[in-house]
């Protein structure tokens, strides 16, 4: 039985997460994160766990209302496409959707306060039933610490979603995103890879994230052969292993 019991639990991250996901859980590939309609929340009471679509989030009344849900994904990804799973069945209004960013610790910045539209904007203009509303905008890189020049600030992403009556609902969202490679820097941390080397900027982003510090005397020796001591350290590093005593 404890032979089963180990493969039938090999097999849980083959059921609960495709393989196609599983393929970009690193690199610069295309990755998605599903919001759930669990995960919005209301900023008024009017608001009820029931849908068309079964779970999902509706108004009681024929009144404005709206909901926002985190977006929880890395610092420095980017956005390349939002979309939301909507049903309209209303044909005097529309539902409407937006990403905002809620600053905090900025005391004096004015151009990112609380609840600032960031650029992806959407509504289900010509929508009639279910459907997916996707915001358009310009691929935007998440970061949220140190914005708007303020050290001491940092921002919470959110879709904020407005339904306008009891014929529509909405039961979740997903957000295509993938990860970036850090813009370099100005000068160079290691003197034998100038900022001229044309694997200066990939160089540099393992520099920055700890993956790498170097062979010493403030080189990098990219000319080296790896051991399997040093490839035994960079991938702890980058994918910060690690297991309780």
Not at 222 to 235: D, E, I, Y
Request: hydrophobic content about 40%; aromatic content about 10%.
């Amino acid at each position: 039985m404890k032979g089963i019991h180990r493969v039938v639990l090999s097999l849980l991250p083959l059921v609960l997460f495709p393989m196609g996901l599983l393929a970009q859980a690193y690199g610069t590939g295309s990755q998605i994160t599903v919001i759930p309609a669990a995960a919005f929340r209301g900023e008024t009471s009017a608001d009820q766990y029931t849908s068309n679509q079964g779970v999902g989030l509706a108004p009681t009344t024929d009144t404005t209302t709206t909901f926002v849900a985190p977006v929880q994904i890395p610092s420095g990804a980017v956005i390349q496409k939002i979309e939301i799973l909507v049903t309209d069945l209303d044909p005097n209004s529309d539902i409407t959707a937006s990403l905002v960013d809620f600053a905090q610790g900025v005391a004096t910045a004015t151009s990112c306060g609380p609840g600032v539209f960031i650029g992806w904007s959407g509504s289900s203009s010509g929508l009639a039933g279910t459907g997916l509303l996707t915001l358009a905008g310009q691929l935007f890189s998440l970061r949220y610490r140190n914005g708007c020049n303020f050290n001491d600030s940092y921002f919470q992403y959110y879709l904020r979603v407005q339904l306008q009556s009891t014929s529509q609902s909405l039961s979740g969202a997903v957000v295509t995103w993938f990860r970036g490679v850090s813009p370099a820097p100005a000068t160079a941390t290691f003197d034998d890879v100038p900022t001229s080397d044309p694997f200066f900027r990939a160089i540099e982003a393992l520099a920055a994230s700890g993956i790498t510090s170097g062979c010493g005397n403030n080189n990098f020796c990219p000319n080296q052969v790896v051991t399997r001591n040093q490839l035994a350290k960079f991938l702890a590093n980058a994918l910060g292993l690690h297991f309780p005593q």
